[in-house]
Nanobody
Framework: QVQLAESGGGLVQAGGSLSLSCAAS????????MAWFRQGPGKEREFVAT????????YYADSVKGRFTISRGDAKNTLLLQMNSLKPEDTAVYYC?????????????????WGQGTQVTVSS
């Protein structure tokens, strides 16, 4: 059973930066496609960023393109998210998700494993 643990959330002023990390355990050495999603207050969960099909090409939601950077950590199945130029509308719980091969990389319905989430709050 794959378990995901996010870390790095917090409170930051608009224009500031935060870094999130997600570490997977229980993967048995298998490579999973991993992604970041977020859910703001009163909003539906939305896609943030991923490497499609666990490859090398990064995909981002339009709302974060140019400000967020997804990368892989040194350990297998570790995912990072560097968030710059943060805006109040980026306030959300950020979730890490993983799956063998999600049919739609941007759709959370196709990810089997989820972390508990980490809160990111951006003040104006």
């Amino acid at each position: 059973q794959v378990q995901l643990a996010e870390s790095g959330g917090g409170l930051v002023q608009a224009g500031g930066s935060l870094s999130l990390s997600c570490a997977a355990s229980g993967h048995g050495g298998r490579t999973y496609a991993m992604a970041w999603f977020r859910q703001g207050p009163g909003k539906e969960r939305e896609f943030v960023a991923t490497f499609k099909n666990a490859g090398s090409v990064a995909y981002y939601a339009d709302s974060v393109k140019g400000r967020f950077t997804i990368s892989r950590g040194d350990a297998k199945n570790t995912l990072l998210l560097q968030m710059n130029s943060l805006k109040p509308e980026d306030t959300a719980v950020y979730y890490c998700a993983a799956d063998d091969r999600p049919s739609q990389y941007y759709n959370g319905r196709y990810y089997d494993y989820w972390g508990q989430g980490t809160q990111v709050t951006v003040s104006s």
